[in-house]
């Protein structure tokens, strides 16, 4: 594959066309209202189970699972990286920050101020 204006080059040196990072990007963005403070999430959750039906293939699922990534990576879309014992596996979070979000919003109604 020749690099083309319309690629993304991920991380790791591979290209993918932007047309399906954005596709990944978008189904992800769409998950992202309904995902829980400090609950974790694989790629294949994220992206939906007609999305990742409609892949097909492991080769392609993989492919969506390195945009996800590179997106965390480099603070393309407003996840993290979550702990995992496996190596071979990646799992997503929301970010620490946000899961604080609800709690603070409630303290400052309440008038009251945390302490770090």
């Known amino acids: 594959m020749t690099h083309q204006s319309n690629d993304v080059i991920l991380r790791n040196g591979r290209l993918v066309m932007r047309e399906f990072y954005n596709a990944v990007r978008f189904q992800v963005e769409d998950a992202i209202a309904e995902l829980r403070p400090g609950k974790k999430y694989t790629a294949k959750a994220l992206c939906g189970e ?67």
């Open 50 to 116: 007609a999305f990742w039906t409609l892949l097909g293939t492991p080769g392609l699922r993989q492919q969506a699972g390195r945009c996800l990534a590179h997106l965390v990576s480099v603070g393309g879309i407003r996840l993290a990286f979550a702990p995992s014992k496996r190596k071979s596996k990646r799992f997503y979070c929301l970010p620490s920050s946000d899961a604080a979000a609800p709690k603070l919003r409630v303290l400052a109604f309440l008038g009251q101020v945390p302490t770090t």
